[in-house]
């Protein structure tokens, strides 16, 4: 993980460039305020106060490092997350402090972003010209802890996504889960190979076909006070999806390290949840598994028993994810909890639907989503919320089964999927369900391509509002 701790630093008066923030109406007037070299100097750099614009001028204050920059946000006086992020990523490295407004609220929110952009992934090529540490001061230094470990949150999931199948099987979701434990306490059990098909047969079918160095896996961590309220968090964690039987062309399966994104989410709350100290009885709950083929692949037209006792007609070996989660829901269920959250790069439906910078949210209870809805667009990370549609529950019926795993029928994908999970989830359950893309296929400033997190610190804020801290 790229390491963060020194990249914001309290404000104690140090020696620092200044950061200037200005939106295209104030432009003029803070022009107004510079010499003729420092205006010339930002029309040579087409400089307007356009967000995420960056300029650097000479310094009239004589300051060490000789210049100043100049940031273009929507609002200087009301930061987001992201609007910093830019000037992380293509200022020179040194030290830095806001100005004006900025300097008051110490970057707030958008510290996040100033060091989500310092983010590279650099496990098997490192970067020889990458620019060093940017390093902001800020007089609130009550925020950075919050700010450091949401980013870590960040970071550890586009790592885990980052990593290729052969690096990221079933065994290295299991070693995060023992880091974990090991940073914060708690209990691991884990149930490997065939040993899942009296518990977890669903889990098994899907991931027998593996190899045994990926062999497939239920963790589960435990942690928190008996006392607590219980919250289960489960990660969709299927490490490579081939398609099965179902074969993926090339294309669709190019990506598909990717697929363990669900687990990564999950494991990242967890790390939040429990360096937090919330007060909640945690079940962490992941699925891991490779979608291999192998004589013995499950295949379609198979019959799968699940832990819940329902039978499941295999439509398609490539809508494996929701069954790996089918058994872990049940689990989940069990547990007696008063919030389940799971994390699923579930459908390419729901990315047709809302593209890639949404994660689409299903919830049976409509205070909880507008919870969830409510804490992203405080944190810049909002969800969009799809229906759960009764109409919609016969598309998953069976002739020889109590339900297939996938529709005939090309309508409606992400909320069928949904249909299909609620069928695990114990009655009046207070269930959440994100179909996230886990993957960011063009690059905006903070936010390189490749893997990322959607609705994280959405639930994170959620949660803290909601059991406290």
Same mark, same amino acid.
């Given at each position: 993980?790229?390491?963060?701790?020194d990249?914001i630093?309290?404000?104690?008066?140090?020696?620092?460039?200044?950061?200037?923030?200005?939106?295209?109406?104030?432009?003029?007037?803070?022009?107004k305020? @510079?010499?003729?070299?420092?205006?010339?100097?930002?029309?040579?750099?087409?400089f307007?106060?356009?967000?995420?614009?960056?300029?650097?001028?000479?310094?009239?204050q004589g300051?060490?490092?000789?210049?100043?920059?100049?940031?273009?946000?929507?609002?200087?006086?009301e930061?987001?997350?992201?609007c910093l992020?830019?000037?992380?990523e293509?200022?020179?490295?040194?030290?830095?402090r806001l100005t004006?407004a900025a300097?008051?609220?110490?970057?707030?929110?958008?510290?996040?972003g100033?060091l989500?952009?310092?983010?590279?992934f650099?496990?098997?090529?490192?970067?020889?010209?990458?620019?060093g540490?940017?390093?902001l001061l800020?007089?609130?230094?009550?925020?950075?802890?919050?700010?450091m470990?949401?980013?870590?949150?960040?970071?550890?999931?586009?790592d885990l996504?980052?990593?290729?199948?052969?690096?990221?099987?079933p065994?290295?979701?299991?070693?995060?889960?023992?880091a974990l434990v090991?940073?914060?306490?708690?209990k691991l059990?884990?149930?490997?190979?065939?040993?899942?098909?009296?518990?977890?047969p669903?889990?098994?079918?899907?991931?027998?076909?593996?190899?045994?160095? &990926?062999?497939?896996?239920?963790? &589960?961590?435990?942690?928190?006070?008996?006392? &607590?309220?219980?919250?289960?968090?489960?990660?969709?964690?299927v490490?490579f999806?081939?398609?099965?039987?179902?074969?993926?062309?090339?294309?669709?399966?190019?990506l598909?390290?990717?697929?363990?994104?669900g687990?990564? &989410?999950?494991?990242?709350?967890a790390?939040?949840?429990?360096?937090?100290?919330?007060?909640?009885?945690?079940?962490l709950?992941?699925?891991?598994?490779?979608n291999?083929?192998?004589?013995?692949?499950?295949r379609?037209?198979?019959?799968?028993?699940?832990r819940?006792?329902?039978?499941?007609?295999?439509?398609?070996?490539?809508?494996?994810?929701r069954?790996?989660?089918?058994?872990?829901l049940?689990?989940?269920?069990?547990?007696e909890?008063?919030?389940v959250?799971?994390?699923?790069? @579930?459908?390419?439906?729901?990315?047709? $639907?809302?593209?890639p910078?949404y994660?689409?949210?299903?919830a049976?209870?409509?205070?909880?989503?507008? $919870?969830?809805?409510a804490?992203?667009r405080?944190?810049d990370?909002e969800?969009w919320?799809?229906?759960l549609?009764?109409?919609?529950?016969?598309?998953?019926?069976?002739?020889?089964?109590?339900?297939?795993?996938?529709q005939?029928?090309?309508?409606?994908?992400?909320?069928?999927a949904?249909?299909?999970?609620?069928?695990?989830v114990?009655?009046?359950?207070?269930w959440?369900?994100?179909?996230?893309?886990?993957w960011?296929?063009f690059?905006?400033?903070?936010?390189?391509k490749g893997?990322? $997190?959607?609705?994280?610190? $959405?639930?994170?804020?959620?949660?803290?509002?909601?059991?406290?801290?």
């Amino acid at each position: 993980m790229t390491e963060i701790q020194d990249l914001i630093k309290p404000d104690r008066g140090q020696d620092a460039v200044p950061i200037h923030l200005v939106n295209t109406d104030g432009f003029d007037t803070f022009a107004k305020s @510079l010499t003729g070299a420092q205006r010339a100097a930002l029309k040579g750099q087409k400089f307007e106060g356009k967000g995420y614009q960056v300029g650097i001028v000479p310094d009239a204050q004589g300051g060490e490092a000789g210049f100043m920059a100049v940031g273009g946000v929507a609002d200087p006086e009301e930061l987001s997350s992201w609007c910093l992020a830019k000037l992380a990523e293509e200022l020179p490295e040194g030290t830095y402090r806001l100005t004006g407004a900025a300097a008051e609220t110490g970057a707030g929110p958008a510290m996040f972003g100033w060091l989500t952009a310092q983010y590279r992934f650099e496990r098997y090529k490192k970067d020889e010209n990458a620019p060093g540490p940017r390093v902001l001061l800020t007089k609130q230094a009550g925020r950075i802890d919050a700010n450091m470990a949401e980013a870590k949150a960040e970071m550890l999931v586009r790592d885990l996504v980052n990593t290729p199948a052969e690096d990221m099987g079933p065994a290295a979701l299991e070693a995060e889960c023992e880091a974990l434990v090991k940073a914060h306490g708690g209990k691991l059990t884990v149930v490997r190979g065939d040993e899942l098909e009296q518990g977890y047969p669903m889990v098994h079918a899907v991931g027998r076909a593996a190899d045994r160095k &990926h062999a497939p896996r239920l963790i &589960h961590l435990t942690w928190g006070s008996d006392d &607590h309220p219980v919250l289960a968090v489960i990660g969709k964690g299927v490490c490579f999806d081939s398609g099965g039987v179902d074969i993926k062309p090339a294309s669709g399966m190019r990506l598909m390290k990717k697929d363990m994104g669900g687990a990564a &989410h999950a494991i990242a709350l967890a790390g939040l949840i429990m360096g937090a100290g919330l007060k909640v009885r945690l079940h962490l709950i992941v699925p891991a598994v490779e979608n291999a083929i192998a004589g013995n692949a499950f295949r379609p037209g198979d019959v799968l028993d699940s832990r819940k006792g329902l039978t499941v007609e295999i439509h398609n070996t490539d809508a494996e994810g929701r069954l790996i989660l089918g058994d872990a829901l049940t689990l989940a269920s069990e547990q007696e909890p008063e919030l389940v959250v799971d994390f699923a790069t @579930l459908t390419g439906a729901a990315r047709v $639907a809302l593209g890639p910078d949404y994660a689409a949210m299903m919830a049976r209870e409509d205070e909880t989503a507008e $919870a969830l809805i409510a804490a992203g667009r405080a944190v810049d990370d909002e969800p969009w919320r799809l229906p759960l549609p009764e109409a919609y529950r016969e598309y998953l019926s069976s002739d020889i089964a109590d339900l297939s795993n996938a529709q005939n029928n090309p309508y409606a994908g992400a909320s069928v999927a949904g249909l299909f999970l609620d069928r695990f989830v114990g009655d009046g359950i207070d269930w959440v369900h994100f179909d996230t893309f886990a993957w960011r296929p063009f690059a905006k400033p903070g936010r390189p391509k490749g893997g990322t $997190a959607y609705g994280l610190r $959405a639930t994170w804020k959620m949660l803290q509002t909601r059991f406290g801290g």
